[in-house]
């Protein structure tokens, strides 16, 4: 059995639309639209995509965005910058949500 994961899945991304042309054309339009250059450049979006990348744990994404971020000359120290931000996040919406288990430990125990 081969890995779960397969890089060469990634290019096989546009298939999407054997199954509903409709949606992923609408899908494809908007997430090109998204990623133009705006209020944040197209470099400032890819550094961005890659921390999330991170953040929700896409391999797919990860392996874009890294090599999306190569082609705009961003850092490797910059790459990692970036996934420390995100994995900053991450860790602390989790620790966040230990004020949902005090209050109801504290609700019990009144």
């Not at 450049?41 to 999306?68: F, G, M, N, W």
């Not at 860790?91 to 004020?99: F, K, M, P, S």
């Given at each position: 059995?081969?890995?779960?994961?397969?890089?060469?899945?990634?290019r096989?991304?546009?298939?999407?639309?054997d199954?509903?042309?409709?949606l992923?054309?609408?899908?494809?339009?908007?997430?090109?639209?998204?990623f133009e250059?705006?209020?944040?450049?197209?470099?400032?979006k890819a550094?961005i995509?890659l921390a999330?990348?991170?953040?929700?744990?896409?391999?797919?994404?990860?392996d874009?965005y890294?090599?999306?971020?190569?082609?705009?000359?961003?850092?490797?120290?910059?790459?990692?910058?970036?996934v420390?931000?995100?994995s900053?996040?991450?860790?602390?919406?989790?620790?966040?949500?230990g004020?949902?288990?005090?209050?109801?430990?504290?609700?019990q125990?009144?």
């Amino acid at each position: 059995m081969g890995a779960y994961y397969e890089s060469n899945d990634l290019r096989k991304f546009g298939k999407i639309a054997d199954y509903d042309k409709d949606l992923a054309d609408k899908f494809f339009e908007w997430y090109g639209s998204v990623f133009e250059e705006g209020a944040l450049s197209a470099r400032e979006k890819a550094l961005i995509a890659l921390a999330v990348s991170h953040a929700v744990q896409c391999p797919y994404c990860i392996d874009a965005y890294t090599e999306e971020n190569l082609k705009f000359g961003v850092s490797k120290e910059q790459m990692m910058e970036a996934v420390h931000v995100a994995s900053a996040i991450r860790g602390g919406a989790a620790l966040v949500h230990g004020v949902q288990m005090m209050n109801k430990v504290n609700k019990q125990e009144m």
